[in-house]
């Protein structure tokens, strides 16, 4: 029987680790593994070839062939995790993230809230606290809603007090307004609902007025209250309560002058404490001047009586205030206008940070 010649084994183990240790990739080492252990692989064939031997023959055959099989395969392996660990080391390098680099700014957060609606948002918080709630009414209004039910006589002078933007006359003689304070909303919620009544009513107000200190549409807030026996103290409280709150100061003195309104009996402005001495800076709750940011009184009977409340029964107190105005003071903007010009270089620097609305436990104005 003739004995096939074995190769060379220790040269084959020789150029094929060689060739292992060289492969510069894995796909490199897969066409050596192909090439050795394949299918037609030169040790595949070699461990064929072990079914012609002669038993004698395969004794020393075997051994060495399945010996250099086991140890290809060892230096696969071995090439092959440290392929991997190259590769990740590279991609480490390459894909490094600089944790010290600030944060970029998600869309979501890049807007920025104007102050008005700050504002609205921080005295909303305060009041809410309080136990008011929020209303709404419609901007163009009728002249019961907006004049009659609040006592101003027909004809009287104080309708042209307000400098009232009018829609065009109706065919019935009747002409609409945009509204020139946000009372219309309180008169829409006493006839509507049943006291006790705690409400808040910001909004957009209208009169035909235009310079340094007015513009043609602004914002204001009322409040109103309406029970058996609310009285002036109950106001002064609440007044006092939403001063410190939205200056964020633990005391303000306040000062309430007598004034006229026709919608309240007896009527006031309030002034608060400030100090103005520093050029260019009004610091609240401390100082010897005073500065006017209200209106207030007890809602007239004849309010009451229009919108469908007894007087005997019901008695009740509001306010008024200008939210531009608070705005400007709180937050010192020099300039009412730019309120308006939705300049968005304004607008993200005098702005507020989004999804950041204010709570009385978070500090308003964060
Ligand atoms: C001011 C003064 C004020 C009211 C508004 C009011 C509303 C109803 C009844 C009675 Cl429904 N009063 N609102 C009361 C007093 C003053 O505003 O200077 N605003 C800027």
Redesign the pocket.
């Known amino acids: 029987m003739s004995v096939a010649a074995l190769p060379d084994l220790d040269a084959l183990e020789r150029e094929l680790t060689a060739g292992i240790a060289a492969a510069a990739d894995e796909a490199a080492l897969e066409a050596i593994r192909v090439s050795a252990l394949g299918k037609k692989g030169s040790v595949s064939e070699l461990l064929k070839s072990l079914g012609g031997m002669s038993p004698e023959e395969r004794k020393t055959a075997g051994p060495a062939i399945n010996g250099l099989r086991d140890r290809v395969n060892a230096a696969l392996t071995a090439r092959r995790a440290e392929l991997k660990a190259a590769s990740l080391a590279r991609r480490l390098e390459t894909e490094r993230v600089d944790v010290t680099l600030p944060v970029r700014e998600a869309p979501a957060e890049a807007g920025r809230v104007h102050p008005i609606s700050q504002v609205i948002d921080e005295l909303t918080a305060i009041f809410a606290d309080m136990g008011f709630s929020v209303a709404e009414g419609p901007d163009i209004e009728d002249d019961f809603h907006n004049f009659t039910a ?1 006592n101003f006589p027909e004809g009287h002078p104080a309708r042209e007090m307000h400098d009232t933007f009018y829609l065009p006359t109706k065919e019935d003689g009747s002409r609409l307004v945009l509204r020139t ?1 946000t ?1 219309p909303v ?2 829409r919620t006493m006839m509507s609902k049943k006291p006790p009544i705690r409400v808040i009513c910001p909004g957009r107000t209208y009169r035909s007025d235009s310079d340094q200190t007015h513009t043609p549409m602004f914002h ?1 807030v ?1 409040g ?1 209250v309406i029970d058996k026996g609310s009285n002036l103290g109950h106001l002064k409280w609440i007044l006092e309560e939403f001063c410190k709150a939205f200056f964020e100061v633990d005391n303000v003195k306040m000062r309430f002058r007598p004034s006229f ?1 026709p ?2 009996e007896p ?1 006031m402005e309030v002034d608060i404490q400030c100090d103005r001495s520093r050029p260019g800076e009004i610091r609240f709750g401390e100082g010897s001047d005073w500065l006017e940011i ?4 007890m ?1 007239h009977p004849n ?1 009451l009586k229009n919108c469908g409340l007894d007087p005997d029964e019901y008695q009740g107190f ?5 939210i531009d105005r608070i705005a400007m003071l709180k937050y010192g903007m020099p300039d009412l206008r730019a309120f308006f010009e939705a300049d968005v270089r304004w607008l993200s620097h005098y702005g507020f940070r989004p999804l950041d609305f204010p709570t009385l436990a978070g500090g308003l104005s964060n």
């Open positions: 609040l304070h009372s309180q008169v204001q009322e109103l309104f919608f309240t009527s209200l209106g207030c009184g809602v309010v509001a306010w008024g205030m200008g």
